[in-house]
């Protein structure tokens, strides 16, 4: 029911009912937000691990890594449909993810003169940007998203978005939108400057 803007049920009398649901496009938004937070939160405890001290991971001003609610968004549009073909899920999207990896440090370099990751010293990188060890893990990844990740989340979040009323979802979803487009364009500012 997720291409449909209602569902219909019906209640114990028979009676239909139906409830508005939110556009794909603000679903969307929602999955990206929830893995950008978690690829945040892993990124974050990954360096906190390592280097033994909190450090501020991620471009954004908030507790956000886009680059993982992008790529889970790939995921979810374009390979949602190899899941019962994991070595195909898993080929394509250490492929795809490598050069998305390799694209998004390019571009990002080039706009703020900043890196965010550098693979030099990692067996068989290229320029720093993308490593062999990522690649494959971005394919293991891929595999336990599509076939478990994800499904948990998506059932995790209609049945929350179910107890919402659905003037109150449009209203935290436009609210959301336009806090990460102000951190946003404060985030290149302070990059530019």
């Not at 068989?124 to 990740?149: D, E, H, K, P, Q």
């Amino acid at each position: 029911m997720e291409n449909k803007a209602e569902d219909v049920t019906k209640d114990n009398n028979n009676t239909i009912i139906t409830k508005k649901r939110l556009p794909r496009i603000y679903l969307y938004f929602l999955y990206f937000l929830v893995f950008a937070t978690i690829g945040w939160l892993l990124e974050t405890c990954f360096s906190f691990y390592s280097l033994g001290h909190f450090t501020k991971r991620g471009f954004l001003f908030g507790p956000l890594c886009p680059i993982y609610g992008w790529g889970a968004l790939i995921l979810i549009m374009f390979f949602s449909t190899y899941k019962r073909h994991n070595l195909k899920l898993f080929l394509y999207a250490a492929l795809i993810f490598s050069v998305f990896e390799y694209l998004v440090s390019f571009g990002m370099e080039a706009l703020f003169s900043l890196k965010w990751w550098d693979y030099t010293g990692e067996f068989m990188n290229l320029n720093g940007r993308i490593s062999i060890f990522y690649s494959f893990a971005w394919g293991i990844i891929a595999i336990l998203f599509i076939n478990f990740i994800y499904p948990f989340f998506k059932k995790k979040i209609n049945i929350l978005l179910s107890k919402i009323p659905y003037k109150v979802q449009l209203t935290v979803v436009n609210v959301l939108l336009f806090i990460l487009i102000v951190d946003t364009v404060l985030s290149c500012v302070r990059y530019l400057i």
